[in-house]
C-alpha cells in the first residue's frame, strides 16, 4: 500500500501567488519554457489542421504564442486559474484567441 502524504491544493493561494508573479514570470520561468518549446517541437509528428485548441495552464502566453504561430487558422482559447496572468497573455495575443480564467 502506497504511504505517500497527500496534500491539499490551495487554490485560492496558488492564484495569488500566480497572480503576484505574473509580471515578472517570463523571466525566471526557465524551465516552464523550455518544456513548452519541446513540446511544440514535438507537434511537428501530428499532422492534424485543429479547428480550437485549449492551452492548459496558458500562464503569460509564451506557449499560446507559440501555438497560434504553427496553427494560424485556429481559434485557440488560453485557460489559467491566474487574471495577472491572462493580462500578459492578452498583450501578446493574436487574432482568434480567447483568454479564460478559471
Same mark, same amino acid.
Given at each position: 500500500? =502506497?504511504?505517500?502524504?497527500?496534500? $491539499?491544493?490551495?487554490?485560492?493561494? @496558488?492564484? !495569488?501567488?500566480? =497572480?503576484?508573479?505574473? %509580471?515578472?514570470?517570463?523571466? /525566471?520561468? /526557465?524551465?516552464?519554457?523550455? &518544456?513548452?518549446?519541446?513540446?511544440?517541437? !514535438?507537434?511537428?509528428?501530428?499532422?492534424?489542421? $485543429? =479547428?480550437?485548441?485549449? %492551452?492548459?495552464?496558458?500562464?503569460?502566453?509564451?506557449?499560446? &504564442?507559440?501555438?497560434?504561430?504553427?496553427?494560424?487558422?485556429?481559434?485557440?482559447? @488560453?485557460? %489559467? &486559474?491566474?487574471?495577472?496572468?491572462?493580462?500578459?497573455?492578452?498583450? !501578446?495575443?493574436? $487574432?482568434?484567441?480567447?483568454? /479564460?480564467?478559471?
Amino acid at each position: 500500500m =502506497n504511504n505517500a502524504a497527500v496534500i $491539499p491544493l490551495d487554490l485560492k493561494q @496558488a492564484r !495569488r501567488s500566480f =497572480n503576484r508573479a505574473a %509580471d515578472g514570470y517570463d523571466a /525566471v520561468a /526557465v524551465l516552464q519554457h523550455e &518544456i513548452g518549446q519541446r513540446l511544440v517541437e !514535438r507537434l511537428d509528428y501530428i499532422r492534424l489542421q $485543429p =479547428n480550437t485548441l485549449l %492551452d492548459v495552464g496558458a500562464g503569460t502566453g509564451f506557449t499560446t &504564442i507559440k501555438l497560434a504561430k504553427r496553427w494560424p487558422m485556429a481559434h485557440i482559447i @488560453a485557460l %489559467d &486559474i491566474a487574471s495577472a496572468m491572462l493580462a500578459n497573455a492578452r498583450a !501578446r495575443a493574436t $487574432p482568434g484567441m480567447d483568454f /479564460v480564467c478559471g
